[in-house]
Every structure is written in C-alpha cells, then in structure tokens.
T-cell receptor, first 111, second 116 residues
Framework: TQLLEQSPQFLSIQEGENLTVYCNSS?????LQWYRQEPGEGPVLLVT?????EVKKLKRLTFQFGDARKDSSLHITAAQPGDTGLYLC???????????FGPGTRLSVLP | DAGVTQSPTHLIKTRGQHVTLRCSPI?????VSWYQQVLGQGPQFIFQ???????GRGNFPDRFSARQFPNYSSELNVNALLLGDSALYLC???????????????FGPGTRLTVL
C-alpha cells in the first residue's frame, strides 16, 4: 500500500515569511499532485509534477518532484493571509485504481 | 458553468441507519470518484465510477456502495452507520477514467455526515 507523509503537520507564520512543506513516501509515484483545501470546500488542484527533478512555479509557489519520484516539496515565497489553508499532496497507485492523499499541512498566515 | 454539486450539504444520522449521498458531475464529465475525509486527515479514496462501471475501489467495508446513472450523476450509499463514519464525503468528477481521471479531477464542496 502506497502511503504519503507530510510535514510539518501544522505551520503558523507571519505574512511575508517564506516556508516549505514536504511530502514523502517510501514508494515511487509516477506523478504527484498538490491541492489546497479551505474550510467547507473540496480540495483544489494546484499542480501536477510528473518528471523526477521537475520544478514548477505558480506565482509565489514553487513545487519540486524528487529525483527518485518518492518525495515532493512546496515552497511559498512571501506568504500572504490568502495562502492559509490545508495543503495536501496526492498520487495514484500507478494502475489508476486507487488514489492516495497525505494527511496534509495546515498553514496559517497571520497578517 | 456549474461545478460539481453535492447534496445534501449536511446530514445527521444515528448509528445503524442508512444514508444516501448524491453527486452531480461537471457537464461532460463521465467519471465520478468518492472520498471520505475524517476531521484532521486527508481524503481517503472510496470508489471511482466511469460510464456506470466501477473502475477503482479503496479499502472500505462492504457497507459502502455506489452507483452511477446514465446522466453520470452518482450516489454513495452507506449501510449500518457507525460513529466512525462521521466525515466529510467528497465527490470529484473528471473526463477520463483510471489514471486520467485522477490526473485532473474537480471536487465538490462535500457532504458533512454526522453519526450520533
């Protein structure tokens, strides 16, 4: 069974600070996704990383897929209160029959 | 365009009862997946349906079942409810099936189920 771990579990920072959250597994994933979920809503897809070593940027968010495709990171530059939410990494079982989410990192950005 | 819609928004049941949750996918999407998200955790995959057929199943007991209708809407049924079934139930829709479905899925707001 493929499992995803995320760290830290909780993160509270001041507006303007930088942060990095991590997603790790002992299994190889063909791709990993990052979602953001706000209270009372479903997760919203931010990015999909496919190639080992790949780096993708989405405005102030930078996503990296590990060379071995077992881990990924999300870096936020100059965090804003609007970045507050639950950040989830997720991936499929490489057969398209199961989809696994990590437990999430709950980020709070204080003004 | 309307996104994924789910009903009801909230639901309260007692142990042993049965519940049916409903999901309408984005127009044109043929795949629906169901997830359970317990408070403080990430979503857990329950089922994926494509063209009315089950294409994927997570590690959930047989008390959980689902079906998809010709208009691609879907129902999730849970029998003999337990306290531990209290959770946010999310539905996601996508165009394709299997890995294609997982690669680009759009989530609804969920149904909050409380079992007393």
């Amino acid at each position: 069974t493929q499992l995803l771990e995320q760290s830290p579990q909780f993160l509270s920072i001041q507006e303007g600070e930088n942060l990095t959250v991590y997603c790790n597994s002992s299994s190889v994933f063909s791709s990993l996704q990052w979602y953001r979920q706000e209270p009372g809503e479903g997760p919203v897809l931010l990015v999909t990383v496919v190639t080992g070593g790949e780096v993708k940027k989405l405005k102030r968010l930078t996503f990296q897929f590990g060379d071995a495709r077992k881990d990924s990171s999300l870096h936020i530059t100059a965090a804003q209160p609007g970045d507050t939410g639950l950040y989830l990494c997720a991936g499929d079982d490489n057969y398209g029959q199961n989809f696994v989410f990590g437990p999430g990192t709950r980020l709070s950005v204080l003004p | 365009d309307a996104g994924v819609t789910q009903s009801p928004t909230h639901l309260i049941k007692t142990r042993g009862q049965h519940v049916t949750l409903r999901c309408s996918p984005i127009s044109g999407h043929k795949s629906v997946s169901w997830y359970q998200q317990v408070l403080g955790q990430g979503p857990q995959f329950i089922f994926q349906y494509y063209e009315k057929e089950e294409r994927g199943r997570g590690n959930f007991p047989d008390r959980f079942s689902a079906r998809q209708f010709p208009n691609y809407s879907s129902e999730l049924n849970v029998n003999a409810l337990l306290l531990g079934d209290s959770a946010l139930y999310l539905c996601a829709s996508s165009l394709g099936s299997g890995r294609l479905a997982f690669n680009e899925q759009f989530f609804g707001p969920g149904t909050r189920l409380t079992v007393l």
